[in-house]
């Protein structure tokens, strides 16, 4: 079994230094009235026209603590419009392409979600202006979360074809990260594709996430063609891609498999009955292209493991226990009883 990487890791500078010279001066005052551990908490920072700052922890608003409130800024259109400007390097049109995807990676990976008028072309949105409202999105990293699913998801050196499923804002991202940068450090040769700029958070091409020393990056390309690029390209041990939809996407994922590359990739999927119900994962599960499925449950927590034969080999519990790979992993009949792989 692999030894935990997770001291193995950057040294994370607060959020507050790294976007300090991207904050207008009523909001940096904001954020330096919170403590360290507020500040450890944060997870988004709203700034809409003509309404209060709102400091996010979750579903938390940090901004309510009396310290802060009594320095609570209002921003005025003008306002909003100079922070995009500012946040887009005062070049929109050099960013145009990054900000018809919603959003623009900073400095640290952290990212800023912007709204305003969009500008259409041909009858597809071209740029953005007029804006009124910024969404700042607070990137951490978590070393070491992946600890727990890398024994299931491994057969001794071997990385497994796997598929990482769960309900939205459950950490799938943050985990395919972290199972980056283990195999990396294990040796492995890791190509991501990034088509949503999450995984890597790449700012003109350099990662900003810590993905390992040996992890190779296509950063905003299609899964499907960036899947086949990196095959043929880079010829990674192991390959990584996120929230898989498209029916390319799984015939990507059997020709990576074909080729002897391991594919982790995850889905959207309350359940594996829901999973099945899905029609690009619901190919992969009749096609038995994948060697093991693990459903993440809030925070991150591994919830339930099946292999590819989806006998359950993990379940979470107070006994629970990671099976090995020589354990009796014989199917259950009844787990599946909706699933017809024919």
Partial sequence: MRQSTHLEKRPQMDWRVTLDAFLPVSLRAMVNLLSKADAARVTEIRVRAEQPAMIMAGKERVDRLDHI????????????K????????????ARAEELRGGYVTLPG???AGLCGRVVLEDGKAHHMQDFSSVALRIARPVPGCADKIMPLITDGDRP???LIFSAPGCGKTTMLRDIARQ????????????????????RQGIPQMDVGPSTDVLDACLKAEGMILMLRVFSPNVLITDEIGRAMDAEAIDEASRCGAAVVVSAHAGSMEELMQRPVTGVLLRQRSLERY????PGGQVL????????????????????????DLTPSPTLMPEFDPA
């Fill in 304 to 327: 339930k493991a099946w292999n590819g034969t989806f006998g359950v080999i993990y379940q979470a519990s107070e006994s629970a226990r990671v099976l090995s790979v020589s354990d």
């Fill in 82 to 93: 100079q922070f995009a400007q500012t946040l887009l390097g005062h070049s929109m049109y």
């Fill in 109 to 111: 990976g952290h990212r």
């Fill in 160 to 162: 497994l074809n796997t």
């Fill in 294 to 297: 693990v459903q993440l449950g």
């Fill in 69 to 80: 409130h009594s320095g609570r800024w209002i921003p005025t259109g003008d306002d909003v």
């Fill in 183 to 202: 195999h990396a450090l294990a040796g492995m040769q890791v190509g991501i594709v990034d088509e949503r700029s999450e995984i890597a958070a790449c």
